[in-house]
């Protein structure tokens, strides 16, 4: 019922719109309505030239357009309207690597492949900063339970970032130089190996990191996990869920110093009550800084030897 008065007053501002402007029911007209009463601010011509080209073309309709706009996250955080909890994890997600991941000119990515883009699961969401060199350590595409993005060994971004694919375990660094790299990236990995293989990966960390060099990594946090299902791990080919002590013991153990400890997704009524709930994980995405009440830590570890924060 909401979202059907919000459509009505789209429909009712751009038949007046159409009308005071003299510009007629235009596709353009349409899409610039639907951005200012939807988002409550001025369209960006990017957007607004994507969906008329697609209303122009005719493959999407009016209903399309304002179907896409309804369920973009934008549209529930400007009116205030929870998301899906995947949702929710994936936004905070793209916000960690956006803005809290450190610059870096070549980098480590463990397990970062992507169904979607061939450049990698780090610079397609968004990494906002200019590396030479992405080297992703995944296992073989046939081996992975989801498909990735047609790749090569090698790619050439339009940037021009090299991105090097080397297939095989994430315990396997072998193929990299000692104290060659500026930044090991974990994005959602960490938890797919045993402990005692995650021994191995920060060990290998450690030596191709060079002085000053950063391991980033990002896991779900036992702490909530085990509210969400108590007798097993979330997901399948997990084979382990760490507390977040667990892993920054397992860090300090191998040399790093921890630089920082951030949460995505607070949900402390869930951590207080041991209810869990997923509409909190929807209300309260991002970055928090009481780690241990969110769904996903992230630590942010430091090979010693530089003056990096």
């Known amino acids: 019922m909401a979202h059907l ?49 697609k209303l122009e073309s005719k493959e999407m309709n009016k209903v399309n357009v304002l179907g896409v706009l309804l369920k973009s996250e934008e549209f529930h955080v400007v009116q205030g309207l929870p998301i899906h909890p995947l949702e929710a994890l994936h936004s905070s997600r793209v916000t960690l690597i956006q803005k809290h991941l450190p610059e870096a000119k070549i980098i480590v990515d463990l397990g970062g492949g992507s169904t979607l883009h061939p450049e990698g699961a780090l610079l397609g969401l968004g990494y906002p900063h200019h590396p030479t060199e992405v080297t992703i350590i995944d296992l073989p595409p046939e081996e992975r339970m989801l498909s990735s993005a047609d790749t090569s060994d090698t790619y050439v971004t339009e940037a021009g970032i090299r991105v090097r694919y080397l297939y095989r375990s994430m315990t396997d660094l072998s193929a990299i130089a000692d104290e060659s790299v500026d930044m090991v990236f974990s994005g959602e990995s960490i938890e797919h190996i045993t402990e005692e293989d995650g021994e191995i990966v920060c060990r290998e960390a450690y030596r191709v990191l060079k002085s000053g060099g950063y391991f980033c990594l990002d896991t779900p946090n036992a702490a909530l996990t085990r509210i969400q299902s108590p007798k097993e791990f979330i997901h399948p ?21 921890i630089a920082e400890e951030k949460g995505l997704c607070q949900m402390p009524n869930s951590f207080k009550s041991g209810v869990f709930d997923s509409r909190e994980m929807s209300l309260q995405r991002g970055i928090f800084d009481s780690a241990e009440m969110c769904y996903l830590f992230y630590l942010k570890a430091i090979k010693p030897g530089s003056t990096n924060p």
């Open 237 to 257: 080919e997990h084979k382990v869920e760490y507390r977040i002590p667990e892993l920054r013991e397992k860090l300090e153990r191998w040399g790093f110093t």
């Open 5 to 53: 008065m919000i459509i009505s007053r789209v429909v009712g501002e751009y038949v007046r719109q159409a009308v005071t402007t003299g510009r007629g029911l235009d596709n353009k007209l349409f899409v610039e309505t639907a951005y200012r009463v939807l988002f409550k601010r001025e369209p960006d011509a990017e957007g607004v030239g994507l969906l008329t080209q």
